[in-house]
């Protein structure tokens, strides 16, 4: 079983950046797929992005292709989400999770392990 620890959230004001982490522990990623996913106040938790480990393919939302990238890192075993351009929309709690195998799923119930997610405002 893989446990999902995030890092990097904050506050920051309307065209900053931000680069959100999501660490592996007890397991490597080696054979899953990653995702990051948002919830804001009120609203569904919603697909940010996700990241094949194998392959290295990815899929971002419309609402944040040009201005989010998720990458990956062998050596640290650590999946990124840099987000620039953010815009006061982006606000919510940001959640990592993953699911094993290769195809990326942008169904949330299709993702068995999650994070504790991190909170990202985004101030006007």
């Known amino acids: 079983q893989v446990q999902l620890v995030e890092s990097g959230g904050g506050l920051v004001q309307a065209g900053g950046s931000l680069r959100l982490s999501c660490a592996a522990r007890?397991?490597?990623?080696?054979?899953?797929?990653v995702g990051w996913f948002r919830q804001a106040p009120g609203k569904e938790r919603d697909f940010v992005a996700a990241?094949?480990?194998?392959?290295?393919?990815?899929t971002n939302a419309d609402s944040v292709k040009g201005r989010f990238t998720i990458s990956r890192d062998n050596a640290k075993n650590t999946v990124y989400l840099q987000m620039n351009s953010l815009k006061p929309e982006d606000t919510a709690v940001y959640y990592c999770?993953?699911?094993?195998?290769?195809?990326?799923?942008?169904?949330?119930?299709?993702?068995?392990?999650w994070g504790q997610g991190t909170q990202v405002t985004v101030s006007s």
């Open positions: 990241i094949s480990w194998s392959s290295g393919s990815t």
């Open positions: 999770a993953a699911t094993s195998g290769t195809y990326i799923y942008t169904d949330l119930r299709r993702y068995d392990y």
């Open positions: 007890r397991r490597t990623f080696s054979s899953y797929v």
